[in-house]
Every structure is written in structure tokens, then in C-alpha cells.
């Protein structure tokens, strides 16, 4: 059975233990020498797009971008009939989608890997990222006191809950009623108070109040999250924190400029790790192990 990437569950604890050693390793060879991958985008990226692309090359590969609209998921064919198209000229077929279901139906069909490059439910491959950086920082994951402030039932929040569970972190998310996950993982726990969760915390991350595609709750997001910035006066509840944001950050909304800009940020470390997890994901899809 072609094993898809959708979400940190379906890598399980020895999955997600497994792409991180490979993330971390210098030569995963070439797996993909003479082989494309479909990287669709129906949102904008700066991070997952170049990063991806990067990391093809990296294993010898060749990425081909391709607009959403260009394939019209669902409107100009159907989502299943898009993903048995790209397989005849793909390896991995990589999409960033408005409807997670749609990357479920390319991957009910799909004799390729679906690798999930963010969607309304997931973000797998940030996850992947924030865990290494984590144990660059740190130099372990296990154990770790990670806070979480903001939008708790974001994509962002909802693949890091997962990883962080499964790679035994200690994960508290702070966010308000209405901005939660249903179901935590094992492991992690959420509070209401901002500052009860960076309290002895490791790594204090945020993520912005209005993800792509919920522009129309702008008014409600902004008034209801308030509470939750992140600015230099919750970073002095956590004095040994280190700072992460996924980026692209809205400064002066969810994390003030000082923070952003303060030595105990991480985020461009952060940023590059992208290349280096993506990398260690698509070898991992392509059946190489550490
Ligand atoms: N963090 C992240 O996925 O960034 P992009 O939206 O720029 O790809
Ligand atoms: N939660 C954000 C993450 C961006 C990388 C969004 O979906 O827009």
C-alpha cells in the first residue's frame, strides 16, 4: 500500500523519530534522481514552496510548480482524477490545499505518496520542522516544556499537539474558549492563561490569529485572541525560553516586533529547518531509512 503523509498520525512515534533522523543526516543519496514531484499550491507560500523545491534537488529530483487553479482541484477536475494524472509523471504529488478532504480523496486513489503541504486541518511538515529545531536548541525533544499561545485549534496547533505527543514533549497551549482543539493528543494540556502556560517553559511559540482562508472572521479573531500576543512581558514569565513562530508572522498582531527580533528568537533557524525536515519527509515517503 503507498504510504501518504496527510498528517503527524499517520507517521506514528517511529515515523516521526525516523524523517527527524533523516532530516538530520548528511547524505540521503539520491532517491529521486530522475524522478518529478507535483507541488500544488491553492495558497500562497514562501517557506513550504522554496523549501520543498530545495529539498527535490537536494535528492536529485526534479520539482514542478503548479498553480491551483492550473489543475482546478474539484472545479475543473475532480481532486481523485487530478492526483491519477500527476502519478503518471510523479513520484510524490505534494499539495497545499484549502479542504483537507481534498487531499484525502487524492490519496483513496493515488498509486503516488500524497504529501500534505498544509491544509485548513494540518501542517505536518511544520510540526516535523518545530521538533527539530526543538532538539537543536535544547539537544533532546523528549521532556521538552513547550508552550503554545494563540490560536489552539489551528493547523499549526493541531500537527504540533501530534508530534510533540508523540515524541513525549510536554506541550501546554493557551488559547480562549472557541480556540481549541476537541481532542489533545496524550500529553497535552490546555489551559485559558497565557502566562500559566509559558510558566517553566522551554520554547514559547505562537502562530498567526487569522490562517488563510478564515479573512472573513478577521474582526472576531483579532477581538477574541487580544490577550494572547506575544510580547516581551509574557517572554518574562518564561526567562529561559527560546521564541518560535512557524512565519509568515503578523507582526504587532500575535507577536510584537521586539520578540521577533530579541536573541532568544529561533525563527529563522526555524525557517531553515524546513529545507532540512522536507528533505528528511520525501526520502522517508520514498522508502529510505536512517
Ligand atoms: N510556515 C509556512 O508554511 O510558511 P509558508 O506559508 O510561507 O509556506
Ligand atoms: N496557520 C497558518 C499557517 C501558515 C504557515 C495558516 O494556515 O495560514
Redesign the pocket.
Known amino acids: 500500500m503507498t504510504g501518504h503523509l496527510l498528517s503527524i498520525a499517520d507517521l506514528g512515534r517511529d515515523g516521526v523519530a525516523e524523517i527527524l533522523r533523516l532530516s538530520e543526516s548528511a547524505d540521503l543519496g539520491r532517491p529521486l534522481a530522475g524522478k518529478g514531484v507535483a507541488l500544488v499550491f491553492q495558497k500562497?507560500?514562501?517557506?513550504?514552496?522554496n523549501s520543498m523545491e530545495m529539498a527535490v534537488v537536494q535528492l536529485g529530483g526534479h520539482p514542478v510548480y503548479i498553480q491551483g487553479h492550473e489543475v482546478g482541484l474539484g472545479a475543473r477536475e475532480t481532486a481523485e482524477d487530478v492526483a491519477r494524472t500527476l502519478a503518471c509523471f510523479h513520484s510524490v504529488l505534494a499539495a497545499r490545499v484549502m479542504d483537507h478532504g481534498d487531499l484525502e480523496k487524492m490519496a483513496a486513489v493515488s498509486p503516488r505518496p500524497i504529501l500534505n503541504m498544509?491544509s485548513d486541518r494540518d501542517?505536518p511538515l511544520?510540526a516535523l520542522a518545530d521538533l527539530l529545531t526543538v532538539k537543536q536548541l535544547l539537544g533532546r525533544v523528549e521532556g521538552a516544556r513547550i508552550a503554545y499561545v494563540g490560536d489552539g485549534d489551528n493547523n499549526v496547533a493541531r500537527s504540533l499537539a501530534e508530534a510533540a505527543s508523540f515524541a513525549g514533549a510536554e506541550l501546554v497551549i493557551a488559547s480562549p474558549e472557541g480556540y481549541r482543539l476537541g481532542q489533545a493528543p496524550e500529553g497535552v494540556r490546555q489551559v485559558e492563561d497565557p502566562v500559566e502556560a509559558v510558566e517553566g517553559a522551554d520554547v514559547v511559540y505562537t502562530d498567526v490569529w487569522v490562517s488563510m482562508g478564515q479573512e472573513a472572521e478577521r474582526g472576531r479573531r483579532l477581538a477574541d485572541l487580544a490577550r494572547y500576543r506575544v510580547d516581551e512581558g509574557l517572554m518574562a514569565a518564561a526567562p529561559d525560553a527560546h521564541f518560535l513562530h512557524?512565519?509568515?508572522a503578523h507582526r504587532g498582531e500575535e507577536v510584537t516586533d521586539a520578540v521577533m527580533e530579541s536573541p532568544r528568537s529561533a525563527v529563522w533557524r526555524q525557517a531553515e529547518n524546513?529545507m532540512h525536515t522536507a528533505r528528511g519527509a520525501l526520502a522517508w515517503l520514498m522508502g529510505v531509512r536512517a
Not at 500562497?44 to 514552496?49: D, F, G, H, L, Q
Open positions: 500562497p507560500s514562501a517557506r513550504t514552496r498544509l501542517h511544520q512557524c512565519l509568515p524546513r
